[in-house]
Every structure is written in structure tokens, then in C-alpha cells.
Nanobody, 116 residues
Framework: QVELVESGGGLVQPGGSLRLSCEAS????????MSWYRQAPGKQRELVAM???????NYVDSVKGRFTISRDSAKNTMYLQMNTLEPDDTAVYYC??????????WGQGTQVTVSS
């Protein structure tokens, strides 16, 4: 089992920044990659960013240059630094862990609201 605990969501004005954190515990040896997803009201959940064990990264086009995914192995924590936030970034953000056998684990989700 892998447990994921998120923090860092909240309300921010357009152009502002937030840093999301996801702390993992449990069977950490089974994790092959971690990722951030988001789901806006009325829209399908989408992959925002992914980081693999080899530390390669991928981003959805809409956040390239603004968001940065990273991890701190010593703290078992993954981060999503979000800069120059836009109203369209408003969504529930989910942390996810991917295992070598294809299992998926999810955090509880944290609300990010970008509004004046």
C-alpha cells in the first residue's frame, strides 16, 4: 500500500504562485513514477505533470514554462511549483503514484482556486 498526503492548495490571485506537496509513505519501493492530475468542474481529469524514477518529466502543454514537478527522495515528497497561475488552472489537484505492476494510488485531492 502507498499512502499519499497532499498540502499546499488554496486561493491565489491570477499571476500568483502556489507550491503543492505530496508526501508518500508505505511501499515506496514499488513506485515507478509519480504525477499530478487535476479536474476542473465539468471537465475530465487530466494529467498535469509526471516525474519518473529516472527523473524524466512531462507536462501538459498548457502548463509548460509555468509549472515545475520535482521530488525530494530524502523526504519522500513530490512537489508541484505553480507560477503565473491563471483562472483556467482552477481545479482539484490530485497526487498519484504509479507502481511497477500498474497499480495506482491517489491522494485526497486539494482545491486550487485562481481568482481575483
Amino acid at each position: 500500500q502507498v499512502e499519499l498526503v497532499e498540502s499546499g492548495g488554496g486561493l491565489v490571485q491570477p499571476g500568483g504562485s502556489l507550491r503543492l506537496s505530496c508526501e508518500a509513505s508505505g511501499r515506496l519501493f514499488s513506485i515507478s513514477a509519480m504525477s499530478w492530475y487535476r479536474q476542473a468542474p465539468g471537465k475530465q481529469r487530466e494529467l498535469v505533470a509526471m516525474i519518473t524514477n529516472s527523473e524524466s518529466t512531462n507536462y501538459v502543454d498548457s502548463v509548460k514554462g509555468r509549472f515545475t514537478i520535482s521530488r525530494d527522495s530524502a523526504k519522500n515528497t513530490m512537489y508541484l511549483q505553480m507560477n503565473t497561475l491563471e483562472p483556467d488552472d482552477t481545479a482539484v489537484y490530485y497526487c498519484s503514484a504509479h507502481t511497477l505492476i500498474g497499480a495506482r494510488y491517489w491522494g485526497q485531492g486539494t482545491q486550487v482556486t485562481v481568482s481575483s
